[in-house]
Every structure is written in C-alpha cells, then in structure tokens.
C-alpha cells in the first residue's frame, strides 16, 4: 500500500505470510484367523509431520509518484522484519490385537516419537500400553442368566503416553531483537535455555465392568489412576541468573477417581420410545512431588494477577485449591480510638505511630477507664484517598496466625476448584413421527474466584472517576458523606457529635466502601460455590410421512428445531460458573469472561 502522495512523505509496504505443512504415514497391516477361533491383528507404522512458517514484511518510503507503489520503485527502506517457524516430528508405532473365541481379547503398543520442540538430549520418548478384556457373558456357564444379564465384561488396562511443550522452542536460549541500545538496535537473551527438556510422561491404570440387562439397561464402571511425571511447567528461578523463570520437567502429580454410566430405554412400545441417560464422576488429583528441592511452589491466574500469590502447590495437597484472606466483615467504630487533638482522625486501638500513620501512638483505654483489645492491624490491602487501610468501614481479614497484624502469612485454602461430583444426564424419545433429545451437564461442590464481581466492588485502576460499581453498594455500602449537604464526617471536628453522626450514617451498612479498595486482594468474600446444571441442547423433530415423501422422490424428510445453552440452574453470582474448571493450575478464576452464546437452529435433513 502507498501514501497520498508521492516525495518523502510517501511510504510504500509489502508482506506475506508463508504455511507449510507436510504429513506423511505409512503402515503394514496383517490379519490372519486360526484355526476359526484365534484372531490375529498386526499393525506396524511410520509417520512424519512438518510444519513451517515463514514471514516478511517491509516498509520504504520517498517513491517518485503515487502511481508506483511498489517497494522497488521507493529509494528509502525504513523497516523490514521476517521470521521461521518450525516444527517436525518422527514417530514409529506398532500395534498388535489378539482375542481367542470372542472371550479372551489381549492388546499391546508401542510408539517411539521424536520431536523438535524437546532438548535433543531428550528428544525420543518410548511410550507402550498393554490391555485384556474377558467377555464373561460368552461363557458357557452364563447360558442360564444370559436373558436376564445380556452382557458382562471386566477390562483393565495400563500404559504411558507423552505430552510435548507448546512452545515451538522451549529449550533453547530466545533473542529478543529491536531493543535500544545506546541509541541503536540491539537484542537481548530473553528466556534461559534448558539442555534437559524432555516429554511430560503420564501413567495410566484403568480397571472397568460393562454390564447390559435385559438388551435394555446398560451399565459401565470404570476406576482410573493417572501418575504424570516430569510436568512440562514454567517454573520461577532466582533472578541472580538474569532471569525470572524457565520451562522445566518438574514433580509428580496423581489423578484418580471412578465413573459411572447407565442408559437404557424406559418406555418401549410399538410407534415409541423413551429412553434416558446419566453418567457420573469423581476425581482427585494430588501433588506428590515438586521439583526435589521445594515442598511449595505459589503462582497466580495470567488473567487476574493479584497483590499476592492466589494458588499454591504443596506435597500432599490437591491442586487447584485457592489460597487467599479469610473475609471478616468490616472494622467497627468500636474498634478505634478518635484523636481529639489530631482532627478527630481515626486510630487503632494500641497502635503504634508507624502502624497509624501519624506521629503518636493509640492508646488502649479510653477517656472513661475502658480498656480495649488491640486493633488488628491490616498490612496488605494498601492506603486509599481515605487514610490507611485499618480504618472504620473498612475490608477486615482474620488473623491467623494471631501476632496482630495481616500479613501474607494469614493466606489459607478459602476455595477449592474441583467438583466433588460432575456428570451429565439426559432423555430422548420417539412418538409416530415425532422425536425429541436433551442433555444436560452438571457439576457440584466446586468454588469459583468471582474476580469480576471484586473489580466492581473496587476502584483498582480508576481510582480517580470510581467507574463501573455493582449497584448493591447503593444501600449496603460504607458512606463518608451525607445527604443533603454532602459533608464529609470522617474527621469532622469542626461539627460537634460528628462521630455520633458518622456512627448513625453507616448504621446497618455492611459493605465496604468501593473507593477504599485499591489492589487486587483474593479473600473469601468472592468466592462462590459454582454448582449448576446447564441444559446444553435441545432437538425437537418431525419426518413427515413416507406416503408423502415418495410422491415427490424423497426417501426421508424430517423438519427439526434446536437450541444450544438454553439454560443453567446455578446460584454463583456471576454469568457462569464454568470456567478453567480442572484445567491447568491456577484454574476457576472467573475474570471478565464472555458469556457462553446461545443458538436457535431450524434445519431439515432430505434424502433423496
């Protein structure tokens, strides 16, 4: 593209973008039956994948006229940028299957994969799985139960597979160019390379029993237990290295639980059918070991970085729990002593000068002999146009570890991200020519970080136009002025019973005042039980009758209406609560996420 007008003023640009992709697979399959009973099934494969990407882009300028726009014609080359990307990988794999009679059935694998986003130390993983299946239900001592119980089967399986990094290039040392240096371009090293990254390795046992009754009532149990190992994790490093962290293969992480599913067809009849669905699951998943060196490691949400670290990993704890301060209500009136020689500003009972921000110590016992318990003191919430943060209407956190002052050792688990139970269920049927489906997802017992909701409860980044406050702080929040002339009362001495008056203002007012609040602080007021049962879709169908549909040379014709994300049950606060929920490890952090759409779909199928 060129300026308006041609001279040195004029600037011309060029670019493209270049994709890649090469996939290649080549397999030997052999099948062979003996003897009518024994089944063979050989697999034998070799693939390679690639992928490149190359970009360019340049920009010139002074071109000798408007019409000559190309970059050739242009005599100035102000700015070119262009870059490789990468990626291959090399796998051999090998199967093989074998069932005797249609009771016994053994499988094995094996896989050998390359690939060029690991270490070349590292870079070939070996991953295998065996598994057996006995078909009970064809055994001749089943024959007599065999109407009743249609079907029985116990499975078991174990075997190890691999996860590669997402970046293309994690194990090496990047240059990050275009920096000024003493006035010219220059580049720095930007991440530390790690000679050792090699695959995420996960080991998974699975023991299961299907059961069908009645050729109408089936049943799946299943226990699994995944051990993954050396976590593909960006871990923090000391900085005296020159930098902050590294992509490292770091501890150990356990994930079990059971699931179950049952469906069948309740009704059934001669022009119907009405048949339902459920299945459940329960899962833990645990740290068994972190990097060799440390018990802990804490991190925080990439979406709502807080003042302080807000998930934590800990040996023997599960992962996905949220650390945070413990919500106790707002600081009281009683809780202060007012400074008649000092404005009548607010002081906590005991403080210190450096505590209270002033020049003098709070006493402990007022003017009529009264002594009172010290004021805890809060060190982590931060000042606000107000005063310090230990002030009457203020956010108050328990202290913990009970020395009298909120520190970032008062953080404890306030939440825990992982459903106790999750599963879905759902019913379909069939009348004449009229059909139906319905599915619904749920899960319970989990908690949420109404970050969203804090923001608007907060004037962190606006705390000079106090924008966008959630209407409830309206009736509920702490005032300082009030109505008529606007007068502030805090520190009103020059009204006589002014603290009676700010007393009386913020009678029966439990929330805070949003102006007072100016960091990110995770505590339990905004965590929320996220349970909730959503109806994911809904298909109401009608197939018009053959008599009709043949006259016009039509097989089948059916007409159908659906709706996708028609509803959810829940009481979280927020628009949904299902949000990064058992994903990665600072999961459940609902941060200004878009609502999930919902779709009205009219459609018909014809076959002709």
Same mark, same amino acid.
């Given at each position: 593209s060129a300026g308006p007008k041609s001279g040195s003023d004029a600037q011309t640009a060029k670019g493209f973008i270049e994709y890649?992709?090469?996939?290649?697979?080549?397999?030997?399959?052999?099948?062979?039956?003996?003897?009518?009973?024994?089944?063979?099934?050989?697999?034998?494969?070799?693939e390679i994948e690639s992928y490149q990407t190359d970009k360019?882009?340049?920009?010139?300028?002074?071109?000798?006229?408007?019409?000559?726009?190309?970059?050739?014609?242009?005599?100035?080359?102000?700015?070119?940028?262009?870059?490789?990307?990468?990626?291959?990988?090399?796998?051999?794999?090998?199967?093989?299957?074998?069932d005797y009679d249609d009771r016994y059935y053994l499988a094995g694998s094996f896989r050998r994969d390359g690939s060029s986003r690991l270490s070349p130390s590292n870079r070939w993983g070996n991953f295998w799985s065996v598994s057996g299946m006995w078909n009970i239900s064809n055994e001749a001592f089943m024959k007599p139960v065999k109407k009743v119980l249609n079907d029985l089967k116990i499975?078991?399986?174990?075997?190890?597979?691999?996860?590669?990094?997402?970046?293309?290039?994690?194990?090496?040392?990047?240059?990050?160019?275009?920096?000024?240096?003493?006035?010219? &371009?220059?580049? $720095?090293? *930007?991440?530390?390379? %790690?000679?050792?990254?090699?695959?995420? =390795?996960?080991?998974? +046992?699975?023991i299961g029993l299907d059961l069908a009754f009645i050729n109408r009532i089936f049943v799946s149990?299943?226990?699994?237990?995944?051990?993954?190992?050396?976590?593909?994790?960006?871990?923090?490093?000391?900085? &005296?290295?020159? $930098?902050? *962290?590294?992509?490292? %293969?770091?501890?150990?992480?356990?994930? =079990?639980?059971?699931? +179950?599913?049952?469906?069948?067809?309740?009704?059934?009849?001669?022009?119907?059918?009405?048949?339902?669905?459920?299945?459940?699951?329960?899962?833990?998943?645990?740290?068994?070991?972190?990097?060799?060196t440390d018990n802990v490691i804490w991190d925080q949400n990439s979406r709502w970085k807080s003042s302080y670290n807000d998930y934590c990993l800990k040996v023997g704890d599960q992962?996905?729990?949220?650390?945070?301060?413990?919500?106790?209500?707002?600081?009281?009136?009683?809780?202060?002593?007012?400074?008649?020689?000092?404005?009548?500003?607010a002081l906590p009972w005991g403080s210190t000068a450096a505590e209270n921000g002033t020049s003098k110590d709070a006493p402990l016992v007022d003017e009529n002999g009264v002594e009172h318990p010290k004021t805890v003191i809060n060190e982590v919430s931060g000042s606000s146009n107000s005063g310090i943060a230990t002030l009457p209407g203020k956010i108050k956190f328990k202290d913990l570890n009970g020395d009298g002052k909120i520190t970032e050792d008062d953080r404890t688990v306030i939440g825990n991200t992982n459903p106790k139970v999750q599963g879905g269920f759902g019913v379909s049927g069939q009348w004449k020519n009229f059909d139906f489906a319905m599915n619904f997802n749920f899960m319970l017992d989990f908690d949420v970080n109404n970050a969203t909701a804090y923001q608007l409860s907060s004037s962190e980044g606006n705390d000079k136009k106090f924008y966008n406050v959630l209407g409830t702080f309206a009736d509920n929040g702490w005032r300082y002025t009030r109505d008529g002339?606007?007068?502030?009362?805090?520190?009103?001495?020059?009204?006589?019973?002014?603290?009676d008056m700010y007393r009386q203002l913020n009678e029966g007012r439990t929330l805070w005042n949003p102006t007072d609040v100016t960091q990110k602080i995770t505590h339990s007021y905004f965590i929320e039980d996220g349970s909730f049962v959503r109806c994911q879709d809904l298909t109401i169908g009608y197939t018009l009758p053959e008599k009709l549909t043949s006259k016009m040379g039509i097989s089948k014709a059916r007409f159908y209406v659906s709706a996708s994300n028609l509803f959810i049950i829940t009481g979280y606060s927020g628009y949904d609560p299902e949000v990064d929920i058992q994903t990665g490890l600072t999961c459940g952090m609902d941060y200004n996420r878009y609502p999930r759409s919902r779709s009205f779909v009219f459609g018909t199928n014809i076959t002709f």
């Open positions: 890649g992709k090469f996939i290649s697979s080549t397999s030997l399959n052999y099948v062979r039956t003996f003897a009518y009973k024994h089944h063979l099934d050989v697999l034998a494969a070799y360019a882009s340049g920009m010139k300028s002074k071109l000798p006229s408007d019409i000559l726009t190309e970059p050739d014609n242009a005599a100035v080359l102000n700015s070119f940028i262009s870059s490789t990307q990468d990626y291959r990988m090399i796998s051999y794999l090998s199967r093989l299957n074998y499975r078991a399986s174990y075997g190890v597979n691999g996860n590669q990094p997402g970046s293309l290039y994690g194990y090496m040392g990047l240059y990050s160019y275009g920096q000024n240096y003493m006035g010219a &371009s220059g580049s $720095y090293e *930007s991440s530390q390379p %790690n000679t050792n990254l090699g695959w995420e =390795k996960n080991y998974n +046992l699975n149990l299943e226990y699994y237990n995944r051990d993954t190992k050396d976590l593909l994790y960006k871990s923090d490093i000391p900085s &005296s290295v020159g $930098y902050i *962290s590294q992509m490292q %293969n770091i501890g150990q992480v356990t994930n =079990k639980g059971i699931e +179950l599913s049952i469906s069948g067809d309740i009704l059934r009849g001669r022009d119907y059918v009405l048949s339902a669905n459920l299945s459940l699951g329960m899962n833990k998943m645990k740290v068994d070991k972190l990097n060799g992962v996905g729990l949220i650390y945070g301060f413990v919500y106790d209500g707002l600081y009281s009136m009683d809780e202060f002593y007012f400074d008649p020689t000092n404005n009548l500003q002339d606007g007068e502030c009362m805090y520190k009103c001495y020059f009204i006589d019973g002014s603290i």
